[in-house]
Antibody, heavy 122, light 111 residues
Framework: EVQLLESGGGLVQPGGSLRLSCAAS????????MSWVRQAPGKGLEWVSA????????YYADSVKGRFTISSDNSKNTLYLQMNSLRAEDTAVYYC???????????????WGQGILVTVSS | QSVLTQPPSVSGAPGQRVTISCTGS?????????VQWYQQLLGTAPKLLIY???NRPSGAPDRFSGSKSGTSASLAITGLQAEDEAEYYC???????????FGTGTKVTVL
């Protein structure tokens, strides 16, 4: 059974930093791409960042480029999101998601963690 | 601001059929990128419902079906049940943004 468990959220002041972790189990972690998706309170879903399996190529939404860094530790089956220069608009529940390549060579998010709340406020 | 537009809400009585539209553009759905649908029950994480436009993952009820045409996609719920009351999001990829994109979300209410 695939399980994704986020941790590391909390309250941080504007301009501060936070590192989220996502512990994965139930699948061969280094064979799959992983992603972070966030949801501001009462709002819709927003893709944040992704990292490919194997080579570990990284991708970012424009809204976080240059401030957030995605990484993974295959020895620990863990995904990370280092968030720097945080802003009030980064306040959201952050979901870790596994994503899988379909038969048409396109990706979709097939499993999601329960989410972790990050609040940026003074 | 999302590039995929959905109606804010749809409703139906138990047993009825409801559909949710997802309207995109030539840089996402119209460019041939697949559409996925996710169900988010209140206070929980999203759950994959449809992938690759019309495929159901293991465990997804067969009363849910997806389709795609041109720059739009649709999710149909046939035989609406009380447990289907949730928020539904479409998702695709946008080549102009080089980003995965989600729809604005649709709240389904079972009357």
């Amino acid at each position: 059974e695939v399980q994704l468990l986020e941790s590391g959220g909390g309250l941080v002041q504007p301009g501060g930093s936070l590192r989220l972790s996502c512990a994965a189990s139930g699948f061969t972690f280094n064979n799959y791409a992983m992603s972070w998706v966030r949801q501001a309170p009462g709002k819709g879903l927003e893709w944040v960042s992704a990292i490919s399996g194997g080579v570990g190529s990284t991708y970012y939404a424009d809204s976080v480029k240059g401030r957030f860094t995605i990484s993974s530790d295959n020895s620990k089956n863990t995904l990370y999101l280092q968030m720097n220069s945080l802003r009030a608009e980064d306040t959201a529940v952050y979901y870790c998601a596994k994503y899988t390549l379909s038969s048409s060579s396109q990706y979709y998010f097939d499993y999601w963690g329960q989410g972790i709340l990050v609040t940026v406020s003074s | 601001q999302s590039v995929l537009t959905q109606p804010p809400s749809v409703s139906g009585a138990p047993g009825q059929r409801v559909t949710i539209s997802c309207t995109g553009s030539s840089s996402n759905i119209g460019a041939g990128y697949d559409v996925q649908w996710y169900q988010q029950l209140l206070g929980t994480a999203p759950k994959l419902l449809i992938y690759g436009n019309s495929n159901r993952p293991s465990g997804a009820p067969d009363r849910f079906s997806g389709s795609k045409s041109g720059t739009s996609a649709s999710l149909a719920i046939t035989g609406l049940q009380a447990e289907d009351e949730a928020e539904y999001y479409c998702q695709s990829y946008d080549s102009s943004l080089s980003s995965y994109v989600f729809g604005t979300g649709t709240k389904v209410t079972v009357l």
